[in-house]
């Protein structure tokens, strides 16, 4: 959107230094913090990293393409560090803290741009969420929304970087694990409709109580635009609490009676007649206040139905017919890595190993429940719920897999060890559960006893939270799966 090399540096209150050899021309196409994915003509932003400093890559993105590169350090500084370094092809602004600088930067974008943001947060299901509602939106509209796990501090920045003069809407997801996160992600995106999915048990080492979530989440009314909508969850016992929010009354949804009338009256839109078909979707009649209409939500598991819900809240607003928010809900299709549901020669996968908390768990849990053949769970650790919450937390979660009926329990990882405790307690046949101090342990162990954990035919869902890696237990099962078990 013509942002410019002088709009950069006014915007981060940075110093530009021109390079000898830097492209010619003042305005610059993309922003990246990936060397990797450097456009022609693009910046740049050197952020500091766990396993890199991206200034180490900044040669390698001006022989890319790069035009400018945002820094700590001056060129100087810079050369004097890499004297074999070609420094001298793209220009430079340095600032104090680049990551600091991004985010003055997607702030200032955000405000050039006539479109409309909808920003959504929420314990669990924000980007399913995303998913549907972008999806949904763009019956009508050309949408943008956040790709992959772009929803943090680095990530709302470079996603609204990317908006472009033909987007119409953008979908952002926002997610955060401290107070004070959604404040400067607000602060940045400025929506225009604030959606939250629900208040659950997550990051409850630093937020503690679900209270301070809810409070941490409520950071997202702090820079809505003067005119926002906002959409909550009516089924939500701490949601339903924010009848009044800055003088707005928010617009709620929700699914099914109990919902509808815990909101303190209908939910504008909710969805009714849910009926489940299996591992394979689930038909159900949206209501709004508008009229009724019948949707197929192609995705397994009933609380996909909330997420069809919390869309078609978002588009009534945005002027879309029930047509148009039919077709978009039955048009979803599954994201790697959560509730990615894959029918193999040898068994059918329910990959959801993005990330795990107890609501999502059980979920899950209620997802497998459904499937008519032997069913299989995998679970693993899940992080972020406090040193107080956690050992608890899992047992529930065990619990809750004896409870479901599933046929055999995996569970993987040091903290599980309590999950396998409780399910081994609440199991028919406490042989059925098997516990694994580590992903290696697991993996070891099916080279040799695959059968025995993963019987031919059965139904196999893997989940755990993000940093257990069970992506690499989904490929393998994978490769498995297509090959013969004999």
Excluded at 100 to 120: N, P, S
Excluded at 141 to 152: A, C, I, Q, R
Excluded at 257 to 280: H, I, Q, R, Y
Excluded at 306 to 316: I, S, Y
Aim: net charge negative; charged share 25%.
């Amino acid at each position: 959107m013509n942002l410019t090399l002088g709009e950069i540096v006014a915007a981060c209150g940075g110093t530009l230094i021109l390079g000898k050899n830097a492209l010619s021309g003042d305005s610059v196409t993309s922003v990246t913090v990936d060397s990797r994915k450097v456009a022609e003509g693009g910046v740049f932003v050197a952020t500091p990293g766990q396993r890199a400093d991206g200034h180490s890559f900044v040669a390698s993105a001006f022989s890319k393409g790069a035009k400018l590169a945002l820094v700590s350090r001056t060129p100087r500084e810079l050369a004097q560090e890499m004297p074999d370094a070609d420094l001298d092809k793209g220009s430079y602004v340095v600032v104090e803290d680049t990551l600091q600088a991004l985010k003055e930067i997607g702030e200032y974008y955000r405000q050039k741009l006539d479109i409309k943001v909808v920003g959504i947060t929420g314990s669990v299901g924000k980007t399913s969420t995303k998913e549907f509602i972008a999806g949904v939106l763009s019956e009508k509209y050309n949408v943008l929304k956040t790709e992959g796990n772009l929803n943090n501090e680095i990530g709302v920045p470079l996603t609204l970087l990317r908006i472009q003069p033909e987007h119409q809407v953008a979908v952002v997801e926002m997610g955060i694990s401290e107070f004070g996160e959604m404040h400067r992600l607000s602060k940045m995106a400025r929506p225009d409709i604030c959606v939250i999915t629900n208040i659950g048990q997550s990051h409850l080492d630093n937020l503690k109580t679900r209270d301070g979530i809810l409070k941490a989440k409520s950071e997202i009314f702090d820079f809505m635009a003067e005119d926002a909508k906002i959409c909550l969850n009516g089924g939500d016992d701490k949601l339903i609490a924010l009848q009044e929010i800055k003088g707005r009354k928010p617009h709620f949804f929700g699914m099914g009676e109990a919902a509808a009338k815990a909101a303190g009256g209908p939910c504008e839109v909710t969805a009714v007649n849910v009926v489940s078909k299996g591992l394979w979707g689930s038909d159900a009649r949206i209501v709004t206040q508008k009229g009724a209409f019948d949707v197929h939500v192609p995705l397994p598991g009933v609380h996909m139905v909330l997420n069809a819900a919390a869309a078609a809240c978002v588009a009534e607003l945005l002027g879309l017919t029930p047509e148009q928010i039919a077709s978009g809900i039955g048009k979803i299709v599954p994201l790697s890595g959560r509730t990615n549901l894959m029918r193999l020669p040898e068994y059918t996968l329910i990959d959801d190993c993005y990330n795990a908390n107890p609501a999502s768990m059980r979920a899950a849990l209620d997802l497998l429940a459904l499937a008519d053949t032997e069913k299989v769970a995998v679970l693993g650790d899940m992080f972020g719920l406090g040193e107080d919450n956690a050992d608890e937390l899992h047992r529930q979660v065990g619990a809750y897999a004896a409870e479901k009926g599933i046929d055999r329990i995996v569970c993987v990882g040091e903290r599980a060890r309590h999950m396998s405790d409780a399910a081994c307690g609440g199991a028919k046949d406490s042989r059925c559960v098997s516990y694994f101090p580590s992903l290696d342990a697991f993996l070891e162990a099916l080279e040799t006893e695959r059968k025995r954990y993963v019987p031919e035919g059965s139904t196999v869902l893997v989940k755990a939270s993000h940093a257990m890696e069970f992506d690499k237990l989904v490929d393998y099962l994978k490769k498995m799966g297509t090959a013969s078990l004999r």
